[in-house]
């Protein structure tokens, strides 16, 4: 009797792998050498992607040498050396002493055609010309100039995802002046606990931003964010929702409007390849948020890397990204504009216009790279949206998604729903360094459920616990060896310890990303969630995306949370559902939920207690907070509510009578 069950586990497991390896796509030979991927590859004497990877990351300084010469970055002083080794991974240095401008790179095109499409929620549409983005950007840099701005003060910014935050951003960096955004729901607090830390001298808001179908008013909450912050000396604001600015013109604040002159000379400060560019922020939902630094050279070649080699982005695409100016991604996509691609930015809801006006987006504006995060494709085929029968999609040739690890069902989706001859890349990096450890690539396949390969540069291998690299097992995602997108410090942290603390406890010298995974057979990942939030019932570590991507079957059920509870010295899995209105969590419901999880994961997957309730957290990226549910079950307080974008629901998962019984 045991040799059969055996035997069936082996069976369903094979069958399972066999369901996962599934090529959804696979680039014609035709396409593939119109890549730059392709053309890069062959320049450097390889017929294969494995083969390119590995040279990558065994000769990283001649890697990164060649990518530079292949994307043509202007490098207005050149390096004395490549890598320079330091004691430790985080004390290497890249391109030491080279000297560019990151806003140079990003305006080298010129030309009438549209270098920005901004469309908003309200029907709004605005095109930017390159000849005329480089225009603003100087007038704009011309005012920092006059109100004494230098190189190394900070610009704060708390905006919609609008042309003007582009066109700001550019005249920082064109002067070497440190930039930083919020988009405009962040909470006062959660603003303050960004901004006030890295003390800026300037600091530009919009009048409001449309949401939904709602107006909001800005300028009550920027006023009290300007009047929080003592180093603020000067402030812009930008008409959004209105046709002028307010009416208040004080010697602090500016509008907008009156900045843009006729005629004013575009000048870029030759500056080092670390020169401070952005300040990022962790999430804060378990502390103050930390102020990421991050270089302009390494975050100009780490771009040009992904949008051309990995997501072959030229100047005949459009790129658009469903982001806020608060998320990592605005500042990836931003970056687009060094490849020569016309930017299609959106600012609102992204389920407004029943769910459809992302697509509509698509299809007026001829999007050929459509990038979204996880969440929103998985909403999609929760409403039951079908593009592919209401919508013209033929010019996207790419789509990416990012977030959170995409359900194998997702990817069903895309192909049956949305379009078929696409190339889907799930991609998984961060904030900490500004970019992705496991990319796309338009010369491979696509696998079900899976992430299709390590980016070029980045020695990215898994750990197990003591620290031994695995492959076909789950484990720890680690990077071995440094790369120049890495932070180049945080801010107010004298002797990089909270940076050091952050990437490198757990393995000394090695950048623990704290992501649960496994290296495929196919040499793709598959990303389980988060290793903070890993589940341990029974000494037995399982990813949370595993079970998400069960329940995320059930057509009752809109979004889920699971959290492992500290019960009786070991750990409980408690899953919480929100449902359709009108639902109930019924006990069919949950046997049936429980029935699947143990079919198509292990026994150890089920969980003990499946509750309804109304709202989950997230921040104000779209990411579920599983560690501020875990620690409110467990009467715990959450540090910092003001990161979470609806933190007054937390509340109803305090002292919930079921979870406090083994029944």
């Not at 094979?14 to 890069?40: C, G, V």
């Not at 294969?48 to 990351?57: A, E, F, P, R, V």
């Not at 080699?309 to 469903?322: A, E, T, V």
Request: glycine content about 8%; proline content about 4%; hydrophobic content about 40%.
């Amino acid at each position: 009797m045991m040799v059969m069950i055996r035997i069936i586990g082996v069976i369903h497991n094979k069958k399972k792998e066999k369901n996962l390896s599934k090529i959804l796509w696979e680039p014609s030979y035709d396409r593939k050498k119109k890549t730059a991927m392709y053309r890069f590859m062959r320049q450097q004497g390889f017929k294969n992607y494995d083969d390119l990877y590995q040279w990558s990351i065994t000769k990283r300084s001649l890697f990164w040498e060649e990518l530079a010469k292949f994307c043509d970055v202007n490098f207005l002083k050149k390096q004395n050396s490549t890598l320079v080794a330091g004691e430790s991974m985080a004390e290497d240095r890249w391109f030491d002493g080279a000297e560019l401008n990151f806003a140079q790179q990003l305006l080298k095109y010129s030309g009438t055609r549209p270098a920005i499409i901004f469309v908003g929620e309200n029907t709004k549409r605005q095109e930017v010309s390159f000849n005329e983005l480089r225009f603003q950007v100087a007038s704009v840099a011309n005012f920092l100039k006059k109100t004494g701005l230098k190189k190394g003060d900070c610009v704060a910014a708390f905006l919609p995802n609008c042309p003007e935050a582009i066109i700001a951003m550019l005249a920082c960096s064109s002067l070497g002046i440190i930039w930083t955004s919020c988009s405009p729901d962040f909470g006062l607090e959660g603003v303050v606990d960004r901004f006030g830390q890295i003390k800026p001298k300037l600091f530009i808001y919009s009048d409001g931003y449309y949401y939904n179908g709602n107006v909001y008013d800005s300028l009550k909450i920027a006023g009290q964010i300007a009047n929080k912050i003592s180093s603020i000396k000067h402030e812009i604001v930008i008409p959004f929702i209105g046709e002028d600015c307010t009416n208040d013109r004080s010697s602090l604040k500016t509008c907008w409007l009156d900045i843009i002159e006729t005629d004013v000379d575009l000048h870029f400060e030759s500056l080092p390849f670390d020169h401070p560019l952005y300040v990022l922020y962790s999430s804060g939902t378990t502390g103050s948020p930390k102020c990421i630094v991050h270089g302009a050279g390494g975050t100009l070649l780490q771009h040009l890397k992904e949008h051309i080699l990995h997501y072959d982005i030229g100047k005949d695409d459009r790129l658009f990204y469903f982001t806020t100016c608060g998320w990592m991604m605005w500042n990836w996509m931003v970056s687009g504009l060094a490849t020569g691609s016309t930017l299609v930015i959106y600012d609102g809801s992204p389920f407004y216009n029943d769910g459809n006006i992302l697509w509509d987006l698509a299809e007026s504006e001829n999007v050929t790279v459509f990038g979204v995060s996880a969440k929103y494709i998985s909403a999609q085929e929760k409403a039951a949206i079908k593009p592919r029968s209401t919508h013209d999609l033929s010019s996207i040739k790419t789509i990416l998604s990012t977030g959170s690890p995409l359900a194998p069902e997702s990817f069903d989706y895309v192909y049956n729903d949305v379009k078929t001859d696409i190339q889907l890349s799930s991609v998984s990096g961060g904030t900490d360094i500004i970019s992705c450890f496991v990319s796309g690539n338009p010369i491979l396949p696509v696998i079900k459920g899976e992430l299709q390969c390590m980016g070029l540069g980045m020695a990215v291998e898994v750990f197990d616990d003591d620290g031994n690299s695995i492959t076909e097992k789950d484990g720890e995602l680690v990077c071995t060896k440094s790369f120049p997108s890495m932070p180049i410090y945080f801010w107010n942290d004298p002797n990089n310890h909270l940076y050091k603390n952050a990437y490198f406890k757990k393995f000394k010298g090695i950048w623990c990303q704290g992501d649960f995974a496994v290296i495929t057979k196919s040499k793709g990942m598959i990303i389980h969630g988060r290793s903070d939030t890993v589940l341990n019932p029974g000494g037995v570590r399982i990813g949370t995306a595993d079970i998400y991507s069960q329940v995320e079957k059930f057509d009752q059920v809109l979004e889920s949370i699971v959290i492992g509870q500290n019960w009786n010295y070991d750990v409980r899995i408690i899953l919480f559902l929100v449902l359709r209105e009108n639902m109930i969590l019924d006990d069919s419901l949950k046997s049936s939920i429980r029935a699947l999880i143990k079919k198509n994961t292990s026994p150890k997957h089920v969980p003990s207690k499946i509750i309804q309730v109304d709202e989950i957290p997230r921040t104000r990226s779209g990411k579920i907070v599983e560690l501020a549910v875990k620690k409110t079950v467990e009467g715990h307080e959450v540090e910092n509510t003001a990161a979470i974008a609806n933190p007054e629901c937390l509340i109803k998962f305090r002292d919930i009578p079921e979870l406090r019984s083994d029944i």
